[in-house]
T-cell receptor, first 114, second 117 residues
Framework: SQKIEQNSEALNIQEGKTATLTCNYT??????LQWYRQDPGRGPVFLLL?????KEKRKERLKVTFDTTLKQSLFHITASQPADSATYLC?????????????FGSGTRLQVQP | EAGVAQSPRYKIIEKRQSVAFWCNPI?????LYWYQQILGQGPKLLIQ????????DSQLPKDRFSAERLKGVDSTLKIQPAKLEDSAVYLC???????????????FGPGTRLLVL
């Protein structure tokens, strides 16, 4: 069956360090993968999109990698700040003949300590 | 630019009652989505519209859930009758692109938190 797995345990790191979050998937052929940020009581906010033929994407302090062989995406926040504390969701769009809809992982909560 | 608006923000009902949620997407966005997010999980797609037509409702429990977007702008999602397991946040999202296109970015509203007792 198809699965998108994100670490359900919260990630606690010290301010200034790099946070690395993982998104693993099975039985998908994604056309692209997106990362969203979700704060308590709010809807997800789009951060970055990376396509199946791209290895890496950057935006300010954010970096996403996409390894279709390992079936994994890594999301990095460099020089992390307490304001980066939130839940981060990955989402896949199928690239095959399946439903053309985003499927979300369950998210990983990041806590940046001052 | 105003974001996606949803109302109400919170709703508490008893099981077997009915409830309706309203969504106003970003102006000009042709594509609209309804998601259900259970506590501790990611959003799960219920239905997607392009203008006033349904693109995908394969995940919508049609025995109790219904949704419409009559004029291709606002949308309502209804649950009748509600069950305890319907307790969740119902998120509306909109997009200016067609569903599933490679450039698509979805913009989410704040959600409606439903508690069924």
């Amino acid at each position: 069956s198809q699965k998108i797995e994100q670490n359900s345990e919260a990630l606690n790191i010290q301010e200034g360090k790099t946070a690395t979050l993982t998104c693993n998937y099975t039985n998908y052929s994604p056309a692209y993968l997106q990362w969203y940020r979700q704060d308590p009581g709010r809807g997800p906010v789009f951060l970055l999109l990376i396509r199946e033929n791209e290895k890496e994407k950057r935006k300010e302090r954010l970096k996403v990698t996409f390894d279709t062989t390992l079936k994994q995406s890594l999301f990095h926040i460099t020089a992390s700040q307490p304001a980066d504390s939130a839940t981060y969701l990955c989402a896949l769009l199928r690239g095959d003949t399946g439903r053309r809809a985003l499927t979300f992982g369950s998210g990983t909560r990041l806590q940046v300590q001052p | 630019e105003a974001g996606v608006a949803q109302s109400p923000r919170y709703k508490i009902i008893e099981k077997r009652q009915s409830v309706a949620f309203w969504c106003n997407p970003i102006s000009g966005h042709a594509t609209l989505y309804w998601y259900q997010q259970i506590l501790g999980q990611g959003p799960k797609l219920l239905i997607q519209f392009q203008n006033n037509g349904v693109v995908d409702d394969s995940q919508l429990p049609k025995d109790r859930f219904s949704a419409e977007r009559l004029k291709g702008v606002d949308s309502t999602l209804k649950i009748q009758p509600a069950k305890l397991e319907d307790s969740a946040v119902y998120l509306c999202a909109s997009s200016s692109q067609s569903p599933g296109t490679l450039q698509e970015t979805q913009y989410f509203g704040p959600g409606t938190r439903l508690l069924v007792l």
